[in-house]
């Protein structure tokens, strides 16, 4: 008996790195997945892999009219809306002084923005359909600060307190919806690749080791170790787990 069986999920960004990773993971544990992305072709190959029932869905998360319309699409599919990973999400590593208010916006519109459309109308079709679990990929960046990551670490705290706060109200509203947010460390996916190339400024292999070496544990993070953490908050084992921050990081905010 899968983990998550006869479950729906939707994951977001799922084309890619830790949201192909969860999409896997909760289809190999028998929940059907809606795979969403902007990458059509990406997203396409993903659904390819995990067969069963499981679909793509074209979402670009800062859009509202096409989150509206994932979601109607999908409960009107298969009925009900279980699990939802707000998982889209882009790096940044700037300065403040070198970040200007256009870029500011456009990482918040998919950082901040996306999950709280995700977190609105996740709630709402959930609410309707018995409950469910909504999962948000937050970042060690959302519990840290550090130079040149200002814009992702204060979009990725905003995910970690929109998350607690609708913890709260889905608790409030006897919803029967939990909402958790997960904090990676570094992993190895293709958006850790493109940060090796910046911190080693053109040496990835240089920037790599200073990842590494920022984990106590000795690594940088797998897919799997953050899939194996969605897998947990996606089924009911975490039935009593909500309002709370999963840091999945190797030891790197423990100090
Ligand atoms: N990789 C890490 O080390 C790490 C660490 C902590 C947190 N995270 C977070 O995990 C999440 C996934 O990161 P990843 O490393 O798998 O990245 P990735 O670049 O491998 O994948 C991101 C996916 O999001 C999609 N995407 C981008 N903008 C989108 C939008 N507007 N709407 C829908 N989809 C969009 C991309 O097409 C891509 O498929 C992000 O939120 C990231 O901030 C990653």
Not at 189 to 203: H, I, N, R, W, Y
Not at 208 to 217: E, G, Q, S, T
């Amino acid at each position: 008996m899968g983990r998550v069986a006869g479950k729906i999920a939707l994951v977001t960004g799922a084309a890619s790195g830790l949201g192909q990773g969860a999409a896997e993971a909760l289809a190999r544990e028998g929940a059907t997945v809606e795979v969403t992305d902007i990458n059509r072709e990406g997203g396409e190959a993903v659904v390819n892999k995990l067969g069963g029932a499981s679909v793509f869905m074209l979402l670009d998360t800062r859009d509202e009219e096409q989150w509206k319309s994932v979601i109607a699409a999908a409960v009107k599919r298969f009925g009900r809306l279980d699990i939802l990973v707000n998982n889209a999400g882009v790096p940044t590593a700037e300065l403040i002084e070198e970040t200007s208010l256009e870029r500011w916006r456009s990482v918040m519109a998919i950082n901040l923005d996306g999950v709280f459309l995700g977190v609105k109308y996740g709630m709402d079709a959930m609410k309707k359909t018995g409950g469910g679990s909504i999962i948000n990929i937050s970042s060690v960046a959302g519990l840290i600060g550090t130079a040149r990551t200002a814009t992702y670490s204060a979009s990725k705290a905003g995910v970690k307190l929109l998350s607690k706060c609708a913890a709260l109200e889905c608790a409030e509203l006897k919803y029967n919806i939990r909402v958790n947010s997960v904090h990676p460390g570094i992993i190895e996916t293709p958006m850790a690749s493109k940060v090796f190339e910046v911190l080693g400024q053109g040496d990835p292999a240089a920037g790599k080791k200073y990842l590494v070496d920022m984990h106590p544990i000795g690594r940088m993070g797998q897919i799997e170790d953050v899939a194996n953490g969605i897998l947990y908050l996606a089924s009911d084992e975490s039935s009593f787990v909500t309002g709370a921050e999963l840091v999945i990081d190797g030891g790197l905010t423990a100090h």
